[in-house]
């Protein structure tokens, strides 16, 4: 890893962007590329006051506006179900956005993946990403099993499953959202 983080340089990884809106983008990113994914929230957001979705914005939204309007922002019908999921989590509290950041890691997955179409990667996204929590290890995520394939050769015969690396990652305990960051920027490097 130090290898790594002397090639890579200093780690960028910042919170950014509230919860709400980050799942809203996590949503629209789901099985479409990056750039596609930006389009449709741009289109999306051009829909509400300062280009900004909030939860009972975008319920009223999805309940008023014709269907015409809403496939014009790329919501198939599975994207626009999620998404009302979504608003009406966190418009009717089941979703608390202001505790979200005074609970743990595990209350914020089981929190936040009661929603339709947020799973558990999305949630690690979210701690990661929008909540700034230092030491969340996505298993899941096939860039960083990619990676630390590729880095670890002598370790790992093959892709590692994500439960080979579940204890993989204990010897970066307690930054291993930083050591996420690291093995995503060598995957594009």
């Known amino acids: 890893m130090g290898k790594l983080i002397r090639r890579i340089g200093p780690c960028t990884l910042r919170p950014r962007g509230e919860p709400f809106v980050t799942l809203v983008q996590s949503i629209l990113s789901q099985q479409v590329s990056v750039k596609a994914a930006d389009s449709m929230y741009r289109k999306l957001a051009a829909k509400f006051p300062r280009q900004r979705p909030t939860p009972e914005r975008l319920l009223n939204f999805l309940t008023t506006a014709n269907d015409d309007d809403i496939r014009g922002c790329g919501l198939s019908r ?4 999620y998404m009302h999921d979504l608003a009406r989590c966190f ?9 979200l950041s005074r609970m743990t890691d595990e209350e914020v997955i ?24 230092p030491d969340i290890w ?15 050769p002598k370790t790992f015969a093959e892709r590692p499953a994500p439960k080979m690396i579940a204890d993989f990652a204990d010897r970066w305990r307690p930054w291993r959202s930083v050591a996420s960051w690291y093995l995503w920027a060598e995957k594009d490097k």
């Open 110 to 133: 089981a929190c936040v993946t009661q929603v339709k179409g947020i799973g558990q990667w999305t949630a690690e996204m979210l701690l990661i990403f929008s909540l700034g929590r």
């Open 138 to 152: 996505p298993i899941d995520d096939l860039g960083i099993r990619e990676s630390v394939f590729r880095l670890w």
């Open 78 to 81: 599975q994207k626009r179900g």
């Open 91 to 99: 418009s009717d509290g089941t979703v608390p956005a202001r505790r």
